[in-house]
């Protein structure tokens, strides 16, 4: 909780992408089960997606099965909804979580990751085929008032970029091609939303920036600045969002 004061003050930073994804009927009608990584003792994120209505002029509930996954010992009494179930597992390994998941929701956890390529990989194997990660994260490595700011919070030992969280996630596996990215210059967070690709995640000792883009899992632009220099540059990274808006990752 360290990026934010409380839980609704995290909520509410959640809410901005959130509501983008409530926009769309036909995407939120074919929910059918969401998994809230490191869904805290509120679980209000949770919450949200649990009591979901179709937005008509007779709204209906959407009925979206939860499941909060965290190492607390319970949830609130508040978010013990008929919706949603709450499982205390370790957020890196999921050890005996049954059921497939359409979302995976992480925000403002994925940066206290211990081994960040296991994490993805084991996580893609609980999305279902064509479901998708949503994942927000804070770059710890920006400008502040013209000058470089390195901010490192306990329990983070990696300092995520767009370029290396694109990486990352192609490597384990998940279709970045196809996903949407967002970063504001104004603040420092990353967001993310990728699909399960179905494709065996590659071998990092192995894998190169080409082998990902041969496999198609790599944003177009990317795949344009490796063929021309080798490797990827975040100048040259236009990325799309879900509201069809393309950033320029150059100014940033």
């Not at 959640?14 to 409530?22: E, K, M, V």
């Not at 804070?138 to 400008?143: E, M, V």
């Not at 494709?199 to 920036?209: A, E, L, M, R, V």
Request: negative net charge; hydrophobic residues 35%.
């Amino acid at each position: 909780m360290a990026n934010f004061k409380n839980a609704q003050e995290s909520h509410a930073h959640s809410l901005r992408i959130l509501n983008d994804l409530y926009e769309h009927d036909d995407f939120m009608e074919s929910v059918g089960r969401v998994m809230d990584l490191g869904c805290g003792y509120e679980a209000l994120d949770l919450q949200w997606w649990a009591t979901r209505t179709t937005r008509d002029d007779e709204p209906t509930p959407l009925n979206i099965r939860c499941t909060g996954i965290d190492l607390l010992d319970n949830i609130s009494r508040e978010a013990k909804d008929a919706n949603i179930t709450y499982v205390r597992n370790d957020l890196e390994t999921l050890q005996q979580i049954k059921h497939s998941q359409d979302i995976l929701w992480c925000h403002d956890v994925f940066q206290y990751m211990i081994n960040p390529l296991q994490c993805l990989a084991n996580w893609r194997r609980l999305c279902a085929k064509d479901g998708m990660l949503v994942l927000v994260v804070p770059q710890t490595t920006n400008i502040e008032f013209s000058r470089q700011s390195f901010d490192q919070p306990s329990g983070c030992y990696y300092n995520h970029t767009m370029v290396s969280l694109i990486h990352m996630l192609a490597v384990s596996g998940w279709d970045c091609r196809s996903g949407f990215f967002l970063k504001n210059p104004t603040d420092p967070w990353l967001h993310a939303i990728v699909y399960n690709s179905n494709q065996t995640p590659s071998d990092p000792k192995t894998s190169t920036w080409y082998s990902l883009a041969e496999k198609g899992l790599l944003p177009a632009s990317a795949e344009e600045s490796i063929n021309k220099y080798g490797y990827l540059r975040q100048h040259d990274l236009v990325l799309s969002w879900i509201d069809k808006s393309l950033s320029w990752m150059g100014h940033q």
